[in-house]
């Protein structure tokens, strides 16, 4: 194996390719919306095959249009190392979820080229289509499609609030591909992505190790009181449906409190019936989000509100209608990808710490078929999914750096 120590990506190539794609759905705020599958989404997928086909890689789509931009290997029969991430964006997304994911994995391709280095194993890089969320849901379907969480005929059908389904949008926008979802051989995946949270920025490490990803359990909660006229009800005989809500948002709270710091515990949606200031409300929706990367705890969690709800109805004599609508297992990453990462920035010299990632990434869906871990980088104040999300040029290089060290170790190499 030759020399690693002194490889380099070229951050400035790197970042100049972010600043161009960022132009795509620029916003007035300097974020970006590239909803998935928009004409704008078209444009960003048309300027990354364009580079990646400048790059020398050959292109396929498969019929989720997820990309997969192939360098060649030495061994062309072996697995790819795949690495990639998202190029749509939230309404009002930044310039870096999951662009920069992308990009760094086509800045290590531009790099070996540059080096002359040739790799044992192909290198490729993906784009997931929808990952977001935002416009079809669920959130990164066509990852989960290639996963094998979802079957094809259901991620072709997801359809957006105007009843446009993703098959029909793929085949608007010319991204409806030939190739079969997922049902290869990955020899691994790794995906770059910026924290989205504070905690590297706090501790002012340059690489975050991702070693788990949170499971999550999503609720809806429906608390039925009784309606009546604010003025003549007496406090003693109301059954005030937003006073348990109050104390089931109190009792949330307490929950993710009680188990910190790794657990997060959200109602962050509530709505209220009839929502008139001078009736005691009848009924309230809201939703409960809880994150921990411990199955175990996480039940303990879910019991625990369970207990807590029924105190809450009990007392103020409601009805409750519990629904889990949604879970995801907590995510243990590959110990051999995450070492690779954790070399990568050894050798590097960046400072670094473990992390779990609190949000759902492409890479929680690849690591049901593919050894996989992430490589995190921070974002200026924590703040993502917002037209203002942004990162330092040096930890965007870092980033890179790393994602090329651990390519290199999975692909094997020869100069
Ligand atoms: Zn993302």
């Not at 974020?31 to 300027?47: F, I, M, V």
């Not at 007496?234 to 929950?255: E, F, Y």
């Not at 929680?364 to 593919?370: D, E, I, S, W």
């Amino acid at each position: 194996m030759p020399e690693t120590k002194n490889l380099s990506i070229d951050g400035g190539r790197l970042w100049d390719s972010l600043m161009e794609m960022a132009k795509i759905g620029a916003t007035e705020k300097g974020g970006c919306c590239r909803l998935a599958l928009t004409d704008l989404d078209k444009q960003s997928r048309d300027l990354f095959a364009q580079w990646c086909k400048d790059a020398g890689c050959t292109l396929r789509v498969d019929k989720m249009g997820n990309i997969f931009a192939r360098r060649a290997g030495r061994n062309d029969a072996l697995p790819p190392v795949l690495t990639g991430s998202h190029l749509d964006t939230q309404p009002t997304g930044g310039r870096f979820d999951g662009v920069f994911g992308v990009l760094a994995g086509l800045e290590v391709v531009r790099t070996l080229n540059d080096l002359d280095y040739e790799t044992d194993h192909p290198v490729e890089v993906a784009v997931w289509t929808n990952e977001e969320g935002s416009r079809f849901a669920p959130a990164m379907v066509a990852s989960g499609v290639f996963g094998g969480v979802f079957d094809l005929e259901y991620g072709l059908s997801r359809a957006d609030s105007e009843g446009k389904t993703m098959g029909e949008e793929l085949e608007r926008i010319g991204y409806a591909g030939e190739d079969e979802v997922g049902g290869r051989d990955v020899h691994a995946y790794f995906e770059a992505h910026i924290e989205q949270g504070p905690i590297l920025e706090a501790e002012e490490k340059t690489i975050g190790i991702v070693t788990d990803a949170q499971g999550q359990r999503w609720y809806e909660l429906i608390l039925t009181g009784v309606e009546s006229h604010a003025g003549p009800t007496p406090m003693a005989r109301r059954k005030d449906a937003l006073l348990g809500a109050a104390k089931v948002v109190q009792l949330v709270n307490s929950i993710g409190l009680k188990h910190a710091p790794v657990a997060c515990a959200t109602v962050g949606m509530l709505e209220v019936h009839p929502n008139s200031r001078n009736v005691i409300p009848g009924r309230v929706f809201l939703t409960i989000d809880f994150r921990h990367p411990d199955d175990d705890v996480l039940a303990t969690m879910d019991k625990e509100m369970r207990a807590g709800l029924q105190e809450i109805v009990d007392g103020i004599g409601l009805e409750s209608e519990l629904d889990q609508i949604f879970y995801y297992a907590p995510i243990h990453f590959d110990e051999t990808c995450v070492s690779a990462v954790r070399k990568g920035a050894e050798d590097c010299g960046y400072s670094m710490r473990e992390i779990v990632s609190g949000a759902g990434h492409d890479a929680c869906y690849l690591a049901n078929v593919a050894p996989t871990s992430m490589i995190f980088v921070p974002c200026i104040d924590g703040i993502s999914h917002n037209e203002i999300e942004d990162a330092k040029p040096e930890w965007i290089t870092a980033g890179g750096n790393v994602l090329l060290r651990a390519v290199l170790e999975k692909a094997g190499h020869a100069a």
